[in-house]
Nanobody, 124 residues
Framework: QVQLVESGGGLVQAGGSLRLSCAAS????????LAWFRQAPGKEREFVTS????????SYADSVKGRFTIPRDNAKNTVYLQMNSLKPEDTAIYYC?????????????????WGQGTQVTVSS
């Protein structure tokens, strides 16, 4: 059983930075993909970024490419979402997700495990 716990959300001004954490527990994650999704008010949940734990391959949504990264700490089984140059449209609840996969899926239904979410609000 995989458990994911997010932390680090909050309020930040436009242009600022914020780092979210996702602590993962359960089996070894060598064949897992860890990802971040987000859901803005009135919108569907959307893919943000993913990381193949074993190979280190990453994938990003066009809307965050060049601004967000997904670093990790192997020793802590933790992935982060480093968000720079934040915009008001980045305001959303951010979710960590995991799935057993060798690729980098981008669709919500392809992920089996989810964290509780953490709110990020970017003021203009």
């Amino acid at each position: 059983q995989v458990q994911l716990v997010e932390s680090g959300g909050g309020l930040v001004q436009a242009g600022g930075s914020l780092r979210l954490s996702c602590a993962a527990s359960g089996p070894t994650f060598s064949n897992y993909v860890l990802a971040w999704f987000r859901q803005a008010p009135g919108k569907e949940r959307e893919f943000v970024t993913s990381l193949n734990w074993s190979g280190g391959r990453t994938s990003y949504a066009d809307s965050v490419k060049g601004r967000f990264t997904i670093p990790r700490d192997n020793a802590k089984n933790t992935v982060y979402l480093q968000m720079n140059s934040l915009k008001p449209e980045d305001t959303a609840i951010y979710y960590c997700a995991a799935t057993y996969s060798r690729t980098g899926p981008r669709l919500e239904y392809e992920y089996d495990y989810w964290g509780q979410g953490t709110q990020v609000t970017v003021s203009s």
